[in-house]
């Protein structure tokens, strides 16, 4: 047996069943070659070096499998990924692993993953704002939108 792995390219806008179709389909080809799939992960949404098909971000999805060594299961994976699923894959690559390697990898994190900073908490990391300032300043929007909400009423 030996181990593959495939890393894929999907479009941003790649749906939870789209990712599940090309998992059970993956899945069944390798069943059919007497293997298995080890892990199937949605590694999760990225920005680009460059656009791919006028996209500026892909989803990134890694399936791990061992199954034994054929031509012809290599060539049914390429075409389900570059025929089949040829709208929602805009790249892969398919690697033979070592079957002495470990399993693991790191991966960086992801845009939906990454935690986003406000306003204030930019400014307060350059120094533009103090903490004395950013509560002085949010009271004194507070006292003006409440005096505005009495003039209104």
């Not at 080809?29 to 992960?41: D, H, M």
Request: hydrophobic share 35%; aromatic share 10%.
């Amino acid at each position: 047996m030996f181990r593959y792995e495939v890393l894929m390219l999907t479009i941003p806008e790649v749906t939870k069943d789209e990712v599940a179709a090309i998992e059970s389909n993956l899945d069944k080809i390798t069943q059919q070659a007497k293997g298995s799939v080890l892990s199937f992960e949605r590694w999760g949404k990225y920005r680009l070096a460059y656009p791919i098909r006028k996209n500026e971000y892909g989803v990134y999805c890694l399936a791990r499998f061992e199954m034994p060594a054929t031509d012809d299961v290599l060539k049914d994976v390429n075409t389900l990924l570059a025929v089949k699923h040829e709208g929602t894959v805009m790249r892969f690559l398919v690697s033979r692993l070592d079957p002495k390697a470990p399993l693991t990898y790191s991966r960086p994190t992801s845009l939906e993953e990454a935690p986003t900073k406000s306003a204030s908490s930019f400014l307060k990391e350059k120094g533009l704002m103090s903490d004395e300032g950013f509560e002085r300043r949010s009271k004194d929007f507070e006292e003006e939108t409440e005096s505005h909400d009495m003039d209104v009423a």
